[in-house]
């Protein structure tokens, strides 16, 4: 037996080929530990491995070893719904990107796009966010993890999907219809004393001009952007009133929330001094661009 090869991962291929052969598998979690390895420790080894899964795993789901159909008949249903959770990872940033810039740009112009606190369906939308971080803030804590983990986990659920999944996502398809994708980038798994250090710090190490940072950056500058403006009509001009802002209660939160994720970004770009810090090319790219397509979408200041 060997590896299936002519895939980004061939682990999951040929996983899905010899259960469908009639292998079972097991759960085995030695207590000596079988192989010490290095994981990615900065932002952009990271989002280049989740790049990597994520459009091989489409790659699967897009050809004939996709588990519905290779495995029909030999794979149980919940073992191809396990598989396809995580061969659909790219399509995920679809709706995140629509969800971190669409709110954002509509709080610009001061138009709702979510039902008022005065609503009953304004709960629905409180009672998934609410629930949901809550899930899994206490998961984590309950297998020894920190708070400040879990609010990495949060800004590394983000960067992923608008990042990673999305160029894995443009990759997969172009290479469906028989384009060329942006080609395969081995993640990097070594770093210097300083990086290791801020990593054990649970310090996001940025430090990196990439696409995918720069799509990172512009979305956080974007929705800080919407944010202060939100913010300066409510407070400094008055032009926001009080039955404005329950109307776009969940605009706001939401525009904020994706602030309070971005604020290790904010300070990489503003006031970190070492080699994590964000590049000043792409803080001038990311707020340029964000600035402008704030204005070009119709920004009224109204004052």
Known sequence: MGLKYGCLVEDVITGIAIHCRGWKSIYMKPKR?????MAGT??????????RWSEGNLQIMLSKYNPAWYGFGRLHIGFVAGYSIYGLWGFNCFATL????????????GVPLFPPVSS????????????DSACSFAELVSIGGTSLGWLNLQRMWLYKRVSSYLFATVDALLRLIGFPGSGFIVSAKVSDDEALERYGR?????????PMVTIISWIAALNFVSFAVAVARATVFGSLGRE??????????????????????YAAALFRKDGGRLPSSVTVKSVFAAVTFAVGFGLEFKV
């Open 98 to 109: 629509c969800y971190a810039i669409i709110p954002s740009l509509y709080l610009l112009k």
């Open 33 to 37: 530990e079988g192989f010490m390895g």
């Open 244 to 265: 404005a802002a329950e109307v776009m209660a969940l605009q706001i939160a939401l525009s904020g929330a994706v602030v309070a994720v971005n604020l290790p970004l």
């Open 202 to 210: 649970e310090m996001i190490e940025f430090g990196v001009d990439s």
């Open 120 to 131: 009953f369906w304004f709960y629905p939308f409180l009672f998934v966010a609410v629930a």
């Open 42 to 51: 900065t932002l952009d080894q990271n989002l280049v491995q989740h790049k």
